[in-house]
């Protein structure tokens, strides 16, 4: 087939703003393309090469582009330069630059769309020294033989400029009625592309076997599946009606969604828009390959920020540190992750996303051992608005945006690419940012793990109630210490070690040791929120919920001036709770 074909196509496509008409034509252009490279003229005509996740980008420099196109046509760069000053874009300079070649020679090649692709592909892959010599001369080759109309939209290719407007959801519709006996078929075929995110690959299966074929479309390994979105409301109540009068309420974690593809040795990860972030997360791809025991899967999980010492989710700004291209080895270092699972799509040879909610989460916990950085997401049955309520906040308090409360009904399969209702998000709307920091007691301490056995893991901390002369629990704090803090705070604890719980110590937690309130230590924290296990104001603002401090760090300054009693009181806490909530942006 010659790629005239293909610019008439677009001519046609681009005269008109209506989408029957553009569908129209691609109806055309799909129908009379031969069936072995569909699926190549479908990237094309969405100025690709392959589809996304390949991460294969088409993309030359303008600079090029213009240096191609002078030696293609005789014609000076400036010439050149001015054309496009005048139409403003590099297609329709390069078709006017060689219609005035036209007039003068002839050409006598024929562009076929395979030699074009093929083309396209070989400058997308060329690299290293010399590269931009190679991708001119494969260019201007190109531009040699091509009629104007023909460079104008191989120049747009090339330099990322194509935009027809063509949407998946235009491809979809035009396979439909050119291959799937009408836009009826449209679903069958959307669901195909679901689960591959390859509209080349969906094209050429209709085309060759028809919908036989789409019907026995298989989930891949290494070919993402689009992922399954949530809807958002705004109440426990309206969540549990919604979802039947029960769900499974799931931790929301606050960090990057990861669709791990695993075969045998070999790990890919896809991010939610489906680019292959692997190099970005080698520590990720080894706990899979560590912790997952299928020899084939497709699972989802969040990447989450922590602390590797104490276990403790870290803020989403830090994992933010770990998009990058270099310094890979130390930014692991320093924002190590978790995994926390959610899904199982995929698994030696079954294709799971046809199946419920509850099938799927048994297979993921099958399937995946639990270490300190690869866990199952943590969830609770709820069936009632206090307990949906009680588990939000203990979420949001652990570091988490929210709930993910999920469907585990009959119909509770896996949504691919669609936002439903089967999976609902609860978040807040309001969060109390803290500005000041504040001084607490310690009353408790959790030994350590790891690189802290030994020492204490994390301290529990107390504000002080003057009314009911009470210590109320307010956090767990285990960031922030230097080795020799850790050191230091064994020895300054120990007189003050006891057996039993202090009688003015109100705590619903039990540490490894306890302590009377004694030692005060400056604390900073990112928020003041709700929570269910703290007894820190209890009742004062919820009835059921004290306040808690998230993400504390402890400051390196030892509070030894001020006595237990000199604390940070509740009451104050209280005030930050008000005085500093402010409305989430809404998403
Ligand atoms: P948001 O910005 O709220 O994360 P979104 O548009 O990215 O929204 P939604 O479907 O609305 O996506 O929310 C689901 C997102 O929450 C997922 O993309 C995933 O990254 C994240 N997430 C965290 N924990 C879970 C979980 N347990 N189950 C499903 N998704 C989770």
Partial sequence: MNYSVIADAYEKIESTTKRLEMTASLVDLLKNTSKDIIGKVVYLTQGKLYPDFVGVETGVAEKLAIKALARASGRRESEIQMELQKSGDIGQAAENILAKRRQATFFTKALTVQHVYETLDKIAKTSGSGAVDTKMALLSGLLADASPKEAKYLIRTVTGNLRLGIADMTVLDALAIAYGGGKEARQLIERAYNISSDLGRVAEVVAKQGLEGIKQFQVMVFEPIRPMLSERLASPEEILEKLGGNCMAEYKYD???????????????????????????????????????????????????????TGDMRPFQELMHRRRKYGIQAAIEQYPISLFLFDALYVDGEDYTQETYPVRRQVLEKIIKETDQTKPAIQKLVSNPKDLEDFFEEAIEEGCEGLMCKSIGKDSVYQAGNRGWLWIKYKRDYKSEMTDTVDLVVVGAFHGRGKRVGAYGALLLATYNKEKDMFETVTK??????????????????????ARKNPRVNSMMKPDVWFEPALVLEILGAEVTLSPIHTCAMDSIRKGSGLAIRFPRFTGKYRTDKSAEDATASEELVQMYRGQLKRISEK
């Fill in 255 to 309: 960090g990057e969604r990861i669709q791990a593809h695993k075969k045998d040795n070999k790990v890919i990860l896809f991010s939610r828009r489906l680019e292959n972030i692997s190099s970005q997360y080698p520590d990720a791809v080894k706990l899979i390959k560590e912790n997952v025991t299928a020899k084939e899967a497709i699972l989802e999980a969040e990447c989450v920020a922590i602390d590797l010492e």
């Fill in 477 to 498: 704090c285990g960031t922030g210490f230097k080795d020799e803090d850790l050191a230091k705070i064994i020895g300054m604890l120990k007189p003050h070690v006891i």
